[in-house]
Protein backbone atom coordinates (compact mmCIF):
# COMPACT_ATOMS: atom_id res chain seq x y z
CA UNK A 1 0.00 0.00 0.00
CA UNK A 2 1.76 3.12 -1.03
CA UNK A 3 1.87 6.39 1.48
CA UNK A 4 -0.71 8.34 -0.90
CA UNK A 5 -3.47 5.44 -0.61
CA UNK A 6 -2.55 5.26 3.47
CA UNK A 7 -3.57 8.96 3.51
CA UNK A 8 -6.57 8.85 1.60
CA UNK A 9 -7.97 5.70 3.57
CA UNK A 10 -6.88 8.01 6.87
CA UNK A 11 -8.45 11.74 5.58
CA UNK A 12 -11.78 9.80 4.04
CA UNK A 13 -14.02 9.78 7.12
CA UNK A 14 -12.62 13.32 8.24
CA UNK A 15 -13.53 14.53 4.93
CA UNK A 16 -17.25 13.21 5.36
CA UNK A 17 -17.60 14.30 8.48
CA UNK A 18 -16.63 17.48 7.53
CA UNK A 19 -19.29 17.62 4.85
CA UNK A 20 -22.15 16.44 7.44
CA UNK A 21 -21.25 19.04 9.66
CA UNK A 22 -21.07 21.70 6.54
CA UNK A 23 -24.26 20.38 5.10
CA UNK A 24 -26.03 21.21 8.73
CA UNK A 25 -25.79 25.21 7.76
CA UNK A 26 -28.99 25.49 5.36
CA UNK A 27 -30.89 23.29 7.60
CA UNK A 28 -30.39 25.78 10.16
CA UNK A 29 -30.70 28.86 7.87
CA UNK A 30 -33.95 27.54 6.68
CA UNK A 31 -35.14 27.80 10.50
CA UNK A 32 -34.04 31.26 10.77
CA UNK A 33 -35.23 32.90 7.53
CA UNK A 34 -38.77 31.10 7.05
CA UNK A 35 -38.89 31.51 11.33
CA UNK A 36 -42.35 33.09 10.61
CA UNK A 37 -43.86 31.34 8.00
CA UNK A 38 -43.20 27.14 9.39
CA UNK A 39 -44.19 25.81 12.54
CA UNK A 40 -40.92 24.01 13.30
CA UNK A 41 -43.47 21.86 15.57
CA UNK A 42 -46.21 21.27 12.83
CA UNK A 43 -45.08 21.95 9.54
CA UNK A 44 -42.94 19.21 7.96
CA UNK A 45 -38.83 20.07 6.40
CA UNK A 46 -40.29 19.66 3.03
CA UNK A 47 -42.62 23.03 3.44
CA UNK A 48 -40.05 25.16 3.40
CA UNK A 49 -39.66 24.82 -0.37
CA UNK A 50 -42.79 27.47 -0.29
CA UNK A 51 -41.15 30.58 1.67
CA UNK A 52 -39.51 33.11 -0.21
CA UNK A 53 -35.74 32.16 -0.45
CA UNK A 54 -36.75 28.38 0.96
CA UNK A 55 -36.32 26.54 -2.26
CA UNK A 56 -32.96 27.56 -2.51
CA UNK A 57 -31.57 26.29 0.91
CA UNK A 58 -33.77 23.30 0.72
CA UNK A 59 -32.17 22.23 -2.11
CA UNK A 60 -28.81 22.82 -0.92
CA UNK A 61 -29.87 21.63 2.17
CA UNK A 62 -30.94 18.11 0.31
CA UNK A 63 -27.98 18.39 -1.92
CA UNK A 64 -25.23 19.06 0.82
CA UNK A 65 -26.59 15.62 2.66
CA UNK A 66 -26.54 13.28 -0.25
CA UNK A 67 -23.41 14.86 -1.13
CA UNK A 68 -21.92 14.11 2.18
CA UNK A 69 -23.88 10.79 2.76
CA UNK A 70 -22.07 9.80 -0.39
CA UNK A 71 -18.56 10.99 1.11
CA UNK A 72 -19.44 9.01 4.18
CA UNK A 73 -20.04 5.91 1.23
CA UNK A 74 -16.65 6.51 0.16
CA UNK A 75 -14.73 6.57 3.18
CA UNK A 76 -16.39 3.12 3.43
CA UNK A 77 -15.04 1.95 0.18
CA UNK A 78 -11.83 3.00 1.25
CA UNK A 79 -11.59 0.57 4.51
CA UNK A 80 -13.16 -2.18 2.06
CA UNK A 81 -16.21 -2.22 1.69
CA UNK A 82 -17.44 -3.98 -1.75
CA UNK A 83 -19.04 -1.39 -4.11
CA UNK A 84 -22.01 -3.80 -4.77
CA UNK A 85 -22.92 -4.81 -0.83
CA UNK A 86 -26.47 -3.91 0.03
CA UNK A 87 -24.97 -1.26 2.72
CA UNK A 88 -23.03 0.59 -0.14
CA UNK A 89 -26.44 -0.10 -2.50
CA UNK A 90 -28.73 1.04 0.56
CA UNK A 91 -26.74 4.32 1.01
CA UNK A 92 -26.63 5.31 -2.53
CA UNK A 93 -29.84 4.66 -3.01
CA UNK A 94 -30.76 7.34 0.36
CA UNK A 95 -28.33 9.58 -1.61
CA UNK A 96 -30.72 9.36 -4.30
CA UNK A 97 -33.77 9.87 -2.97
CA UNK A 98 -32.78 12.94 -0.93
CA UNK A 99 -31.82 14.16 -4.78
CA UNK A 100 -35.30 12.94 -6.33
CA UNK A 101 -36.97 14.58 -3.79
CA UNK A 102 -35.30 18.21 -4.17
CA UNK A 103 -36.44 18.15 -7.98
CA UNK A 104 -39.88 16.62 -6.99
CA UNK A 105 -40.98 19.11 -4.53
CA UNK A 106 -43.71 18.26 -2.26
CA UNK A 107 -47.73 20.11 -2.12
CA UNK A 108 -49.05 22.21 -0.31
CA UNK A 109 -50.48 21.57 2.96
CA UNK A 110 -54.63 20.31 2.02
CA UNK A 111 -53.85 20.70 -1.76
CA UNK A 112 -54.82 17.20 -3.99
CA UNK A 113 -51.28 14.85 -4.47
CA UNK A 114 -49.77 16.15 -7.88
CA UNK A 115 -47.15 13.78 -9.38
CA UNK A 116 -44.21 15.81 -8.08
CA UNK A 117 -45.76 15.11 -4.81
CA UNK A 118 -46.33 11.63 -5.33
CA UNK A 119 -42.98 11.32 -6.56
CA UNK A 120 -41.12 13.44 -3.51
CA UNK A 121 -43.42 11.02 -1.29
CA UNK A 122 -41.90 7.89 -2.44
CA UNK A 123 -38.86 9.11 -2.48
CA UNK A 124 -38.68 10.00 0.72
CA UNK A 125 -40.46 6.57 2.04
CA UNK A 126 -37.29 4.94 -0.10
CA UNK A 127 -34.72 7.13 2.19
CA UNK A 128 -36.18 6.98 5.29
CA UNK A 129 -35.79 2.91 4.77
CA UNK A 130 -32.42 2.70 3.01
CA UNK A 131 -30.44 4.59 5.97
CA UNK A 132 -31.62 2.96 9.33
CA UNK A 133 -31.02 -0.30 7.32
CA UNK A 134 -27.47 0.20 5.32
CA UNK A 135 -26.65 1.24 9.48
CA UNK A 136 -27.89 -1.78 10.94
CA UNK A 137 -26.14 -3.80 8.27
CA UNK A 138 -23.12 -2.00 8.65
CA UNK A 139 -22.97 -2.38 12.39
CA UNK A 140 -23.22 -6.53 11.95
CA UNK A 141 -19.85 -6.68 10.19
CA UNK A 142 -17.90 -5.57 13.21
CA UNK A 143 -17.04 -7.20 16.81
CA UNK A 144 -19.95 -6.33 18.52
CA UNK A 145 -18.17 -4.95 21.61
CA UNK A 146 -16.65 -2.25 19.32
CA UNK A 147 -17.89 1.03 20.84
CA UNK A 148 -18.23 2.23 17.30
CA UNK A 149 -20.11 -0.63 16.29
CA UNK A 150 -22.80 -0.29 18.98
CA UNK A 151 -23.44 3.21 18.32
CA UNK A 152 -24.12 2.46 14.87
CA UNK A 153 -26.40 -0.05 15.80
CA UNK A 154 -28.30 1.52 18.34
CA UNK A 155 -28.64 4.66 16.10
CA UNK A 156 -29.79 2.64 13.27
CA UNK A 157 -32.80 0.73 15.52
CA UNK A 158 -33.56 4.33 16.99
CA UNK A 159 -33.92 5.91 13.13
CA UNK A 160 -35.26 2.74 11.48
CA UNK A 161 -38.44 2.99 14.47
CA UNK A 162 -38.48 6.64 14.05
CA UNK A 163 -38.79 6.35 10.27
CA UNK A 164 -41.34 3.38 10.20
CA UNK A 165 -43.74 5.45 12.69
CA UNK A 166 -43.17 8.60 10.42
CA UNK A 167 -44.55 6.54 7.49
CA UNK A 168 -47.36 5.10 9.06
CA UNK A 169 -48.52 8.94 10.31
CA UNK A 170 -48.61 8.99 5.95
CA UNK A 171 -50.57 5.92 5.96
CA UNK A 172 -54.04 7.12 4.10
CA UNK A 173 -55.98 5.90 7.40
CA UNK A 174 -54.28 7.41 10.23
CA UNK A 175 -53.05 10.67 7.98
CA UNK A 176 -56.33 12.59 9.06
CA UNK A 177 -55.23 11.90 12.86
CA UNK A 178 -51.51 12.92 12.69
CA UNK A 179 -50.65 14.88 15.42
CA UNK A 180 -49.65 18.59 15.17
CA UNK A 181 -46.18 18.06 16.25
CA UNK A 182 -45.24 15.89 13.08
CA UNK A 183 -42.67 18.69 12.36
CA UNK A 184 -41.20 17.85 15.25
CA UNK A 185 -41.11 14.30 15.04
CA UNK A 186 -39.83 14.93 11.35
CA UNK A 187 -37.15 16.83 13.16
CA UNK A 188 -36.54 14.04 15.81
CA UNK A 189 -35.69 11.54 12.71
CA UNK A 190 -33.61 13.83 10.53
CA UNK A 191 -31.20 14.20 14.00
CA UNK A 192 -31.35 10.32 14.60
CA UNK A 193 -30.60 9.83 10.97
CA UNK A 194 -27.52 12.63 11.22
CA UNK A 195 -26.26 11.04 14.36
CA UNK A 196 -26.19 7.77 12.68
CA UNK A 197 -24.22 9.02 9.52
CA UNK A 198 -21.26 11.06 11.96
CA UNK A 199 -21.28 7.68 13.73
CA UNK A 200 -21.21 5.72 9.99
CA UNK A 201 -17.94 7.98 9.70
CA UNK A 202 -16.47 7.60 12.88
CA UNK A 203 -16.18 4.07 12.56
CA UNK A 204 -14.69 4.19 9.64
CA UNK A 205 -12.40 6.42 11.46
CA UNK A 206 -11.38 3.95 13.68
CA UNK A 207 -10.98 1.44 11.18
CA UNK A 208 -8.42 3.49 9.25
CA UNK A 209 -6.82 3.80 12.15
CA UNK A 210 -6.58 0.51 12.99
Same mark, same amino acid.
Given at each position: ???????????? /???? #? $????? %????????? !?????????????? %???? =? /? /????????????? !??????????? !?????????? /?? %??????? #?? $??????? =????????????? $?????????????? &??????????????????????????????? #????????????????????? $?????? !???????? &??????????????
Amino acid at each position: MTLITRKAKATA /PAIA #A $GALAF %SLVPILLLH !LVAAGAIDPVRDVI %SDYV =F /P /PGGAVLLAAASLG !LAGASLLVRHA !LLEQGLPKRS /PE %SVLIALW #AA $GLVIATF =FPTDPTGVETSFS $GAVHRYAGAAMFVC &LPLAGWLLARRQPEAKAEAKAVRWLSLASGA #ASLAFLLAHAPLLEQSVPEFL $GLFERV !LYALLYAQ &LFAVAAMARTEAAA
